[in-house]
């Protein structure tokens, strides 16, 4: 079993619609790291959360740390967001990443 | 434009051979680490350091060796490559490995071993 289990491994959506991605993890954390993947392969740092909740634009990740979970929302999807989301589990300076879910955002 | 420079973007190499990927930095970023990419099992952490002269493992480092004699450069050495260490390799640095500072990715370097 994975140690970081992400949620849906798929998603589609229409432009518009809230989308949410799920992130569990099985190992002590110091904090979790959520990443985008371009379709071009770079990547790009979104969150770092050890606790509640950060909002930048239209992305939001939570983390409940007693249930060992993090979501991302994203708010009014827009085609430019589909991207692969990719979520990390860092402890102390080791890092374990999630499969990524790959979302498509359709106009 | 500041950011992680990554050096060579695509390389072919045959069973044997050694080379060594490079990573600069020009943030003053103290913590850098390597990453590679396969198909069905994401990305995966190989080496770090959390300043100049200290290295340390991640989960897979065997085949691969760091030195950190810069804050700025983070070379990542492949002694004898062999065909299980083809795949895409991405660098990262940060002001700490932790929140609240994000990570700055190299844009990546593809390596085929044949």
């Known amino acids: 079993k994975n140690e970081v289990e992400q949620s849906p491994q798929n998603l589609t959506a229409q432009e518009g619609e809230f989308i949410t991605i799920n992130c569990s993890y099985s190992?002590?954390?110091?904090?979790l790291h959520w990443l985008q993947q371009h379709p071009g392969g770079g990547i790009v740092s979104l969150f770092m959360?050890?606790?509640g909740k950060k909002k930048h634009g239209r992305l939001i990740a939570t983390i409940n740390i007693q249930e060992k979970h993090s979501s991302l929302h994203i708010t009014a999807s827009h085609p430019r967001d589909s991207a692969v989301y990719i979520c990390a589990a860092i402890d102390n300076n080791d890092m374990r990443f999630g499969a990524g879910t790959r979302l498509t955002v359709k106009p | 434009n500041a950011g992680v420079t990554q050096t060579p973007k695509f390389q072919v190499l045959k069973t044997g051979q050694s080379m060594t990927l490079q990573c600069a930095q020009d943030m003053n970023h103290e913590y850098m680490s390597w990453y590679r990419q396969d198909p069905g099992m994401g990305l995966r952490l190989i080496h770090y350091?959390?300043?100049?002269?200290?290295?340390d493992q991640g989960e897979v480092p065997n085949g691969y060796n760091v030195s950190r004699s810069t804050t700025e450069d983070f070379p990542l050495r492949l002694l004898s490559a062999a065909p299980s260490q083809t795949s895409v390799y991405f660098c990262?640095?940060?002001?700490?490995?932790?929140?609240?500072?994000?990570?700055?990715f190299g844009s990546g370097t593809r390596l085929t071993v044949v």
């Open positions: 190992v002590g954390i110091s904090a």
């Open positions: 959360l050890s606790s």
């Open positions: 350091s959390v300043g100049a002269g200290i290295t």
């Open positions: 990262a640095s940060s002001y700490g490995a932790g929140p609240p500072y994000g990570y700055t």
